[in-house]
């Protein structure tokens, strides 16, 4: 199993990213995607995840309106595209996949709960 996050980089404030998640080696059709991040002497937090079956989405509300995620099925990738970045965004961010089960998108993301694989993360430095 291997999730490969890219698309980090160094951006002012109000610019844009795009970060891909890169999946193999799991049912990527099974799986909900999240993406987390983790800025600097604070926990890792949820941001966003996907239900890869049916699409349905789930963001914090500090991301809202600003980000969103996607998947590519014939990649196996999925996607978050970050607009209109805030200092505050600044983080490593990282991709996790977790077995579609008994859990809603909102308790798997807001309290880390019930993911089985981790990327190795990627870093977004947003200036002022």
């Known amino acids: 199993v291997q999730l490969v996050e890219s698309g980090g980089g160094l951006v002012q404030a109000g610019g844009s990213l795009r970060l891909s998640c890169a999946a193999s080696?799991?049912?990527?059709?099974?799986?909900?995607i999240g993406w987390f991040h983790q800025a600097p002497g604070k926990e890792r937090e949820g941001v966003a995840s996907?239900?890869?079956?049916?699409?349905?989405?789930y963001y914090v509300d500090s991301v809202k309106f600003r980000f969103t995620i996607s998947n590519d099925y014939d990649k196996n990738t999925v996607c978050l595209q970050m607009d209109s970045l805030k200092p505050e965004d600044t983080a490593v961010y990282y991709c996790?996949?977790?077995?579609?089960?008994?859990?809603?998108?909102?308790?798997?993301?807001?309290?880390?709960?019930?993911?089985?694989?981790w990327g190795g993360g990627t870093l977004v430095t947003v200036s002022s």
């Open positions: 996907i239900r890869n079956s049916d699409l349905t989405t």
């Open positions: 996790a996949a977790g077995r579609d089960g008994p859990f809603d998108l909102e308790t798997m993301t807001r309290y880390s709960y019930d993911w089985n694989y």
């Open positions: 080696g799991f049912g990527f059709h099974e799986f909900v």
